[in-house]
């Protein structure tokens, strides 16, 4: 995976990552939130997901629900399609 593509799953990490920069994971260790979305990605990169726009929704899955990331911040950044997917797996609260 190159070029725009891999830009795009970077920006999401790193996006992903600067949002979650302060949770903990509610398990033994309280490891770093963000390791669960990586998790995510990295189960469906596995089993042979190479769609970089899903990848990207995998990173960015709790952003809106957990952080104080907006829908507009997430489509403003990576898009309607990306978007779409994350609030497709987003909690109504």
């Known amino acids: 995976m190159a070029g725009v593509g891999f830009d795009l799953l970077m920006q999401a990490a790193s996006y992903a990552a600067t949002q979650h920069r302060d949770q903990r994971r509610k398990d033994i260790d ?24 899903l990848l990207c929704a995998s990173l960015l899955h709790d952003t809106i629900e957990d952080t104080d990331s907006s829908e507009q911040d997430v489509e403003r950044l990576f898009g309607p399609e990306i978007l779409g997917l994350v609030k497709e797996v987003t909690d109504d609260k």
């Open 30 to 53: 309280a490891s770093p939130y963000i390791n669960h979305p990586i998790q995510v990605a990295e189960v469906l990169a596995s089993v042979g997901v190479e769609n970089v726009e």
